[in-house]
Structures are given as C-alpha cells and as structure tokens.
T-cell receptor, first 112, second 113 residues
Framework: QKEVEQNSGPLSVPEGAIASLNCTYS??????FFWYRQYSGKSPELIMS????GDKEDGRFTAQLNKASQYVSLLIRDSQPSDSATYLC????????????FGKGTRLHILP | ETGVTQSPTHLIKTRGQQVTLRCSSQ?????VSWYQQALGQGPQFIFQ???????GRGNFPPRFSGLQFPNYSSELNVNALELDDSALYLC????????????FGPGTRLLVL
C-alpha cells in the first residue's frame, strides 16, 4: 500500500539548533522525493528535491535519502523562528495513477 | 509568489450544490495537478492534466472532474457537494508531466454547509 509517513509533531527546537525531520515511504518504486514547507493558511512551497541516495545540501537545508531503508530526511541547520511551519514530505511514483503522495506533515516550532 | 493563481480564494456552498474552481498555471507550464487538503492533513492528489488530457487520477469519485484549456489554465468541478468536501483545494503547475518542480497556487478554501 502506497503510504508516506511522518511524525505529526509538534517538534520543538531551540533557535540556532539543528532540526531533523524524518519521513518513511512504503513503495519501493518511488523515484523522486520532495520536501515542502507550509505556513499556516498558506500553500506548500518547495524547499528541496532529491532523487539519488545520499545527501543534498542547499544553504541551511540538507536532504538525505536512503532508498534501501525507504527513508528520507530533512535537516535544518541554525534554525530560525521563521522556520516554524509544517514540513511536508512528498514522493513521486512515476507510472502510477497516484502521481505524488504527500505525508501528513510535521509541525516544527523553533523556540526563540 | 509562484505565478500560479487560483479563484476564488474562499467559497461557501451548501450540500448538494456544484462548484467550479479555477487555476491559471505559471507561464510556460503545460501540466496542472489538483489536490485536496483537509485540515491537519497533507495534500491528496485528485488528478492531473497534461496538454489538455487527464493524465492520472487519485482515489476520488467521478463527481470530481476537470478540464484544461489550450492556454493550460484549468478548472476543477465538484458535483453533489458533501460536507467532507470542505477543504483547501490546491492547484500546482509544472512544465512536464512528471511533476518535477511543481509550483502551488494560493489555494481555494471551500466550506460546505
């Protein structure tokens, strides 16, 4: 069964610390992986995409993918209060009707 | 701002009515996907349109239907509204049918009474 799982949180992290967000997925055919940030009342905004095993860094954000363990994570370094939001993990399975599956999201709260 | 626009921003309907939501894709994008996001949940894929043809559908009943026009704008139609249809409806556009780097519009919040 296709599924993307995330801890709903809230995850509370002190300002300046590293926030670690995790996501597991069930479909081994998954090929593309995305992290979106969604502020309350707003639409999702793409932060990172990752397609191959390993780490991908973009500024304060690092996405990590382990296809063998069916696990993808997002690290946020030097967390800022403006990082407080819901983070959605999304997985794209090419060739299936469910083109992209989102997790329920993890609420992140950065403590000033 | 992503360049994807949606209208209306908010809408109140009663059970049994029909609703049409609209989306204008970002310039140069030929693919539009529609999502339903209930409160506290992640977006759920409804369907995708690529070059005016439906190109994939999620687990939604036939009363959810759509169109894509030659300028790649799109409509989502929902017939026989039910209370559970109350949600944020999001459209996202991209330039291929693989949903790489899709950009979301601001959404339409629908309330069904």
């Amino acid at each position: 069964q296709k599924e993307v799982e995330q801890n709903s949180g809230p995850l509370s992290v002190p300002e300046g610390a590293i926030a670690s967000l995790n996501c597991t997925y069930s479909d081994r055919g998954s090929q593309s992986f995305f992290w979106y940030r969604q502020y309350s009342g707003k639409s999702p905004e793409l932060i990172m995409s990752i397609y191959s095993n390993g780490d991908k860094e973009d500024g304060r954000f690092t996405a990590q993918l382990n296809k063998a363990s069916q696990y993808v994570s997002l690290l946020i370094r030097d967390s800022q209060p403006s990082d407080s939001a819901t983070y959605l993990c999304a997985v794209n399975v090419v060739g299936r009707d469910d083109k992209i599956i989102f997790g329920k999201g993890t609420r992140l709260h950065i403590l000033p | 701002e992503t360049g994807v626009t949606q209208s209306p921003t908010h809408l109140i309907k009663t059970r049994g009515q029909q609703v049409t939501l609209r989306c204008s894709s970002q310039s140069g994008h030929n693919t539009v996907s529609w999502y339903q996001q209930a409160l506290g949940q992640g977006p759920q894929f409804i369907f995708q349109y690529y070059r005016e043809e439906e190109n994939g559908r999620g687990n939604f009943p036939p009363r959810f239907s759509g169109l894509q026009f030659p300028n790649y704008s799109s409509e989502l139609n929902v017939n026989a509204l039910e209370l559970d249809d109350s949600a944020l409806y999001l459209c996202a556009s991209s330039w291929t049918d693989t949903q790489e780097t899709q950009y979301f519009g601001p959404g339409t919040r629908l309330l069904v009474l």
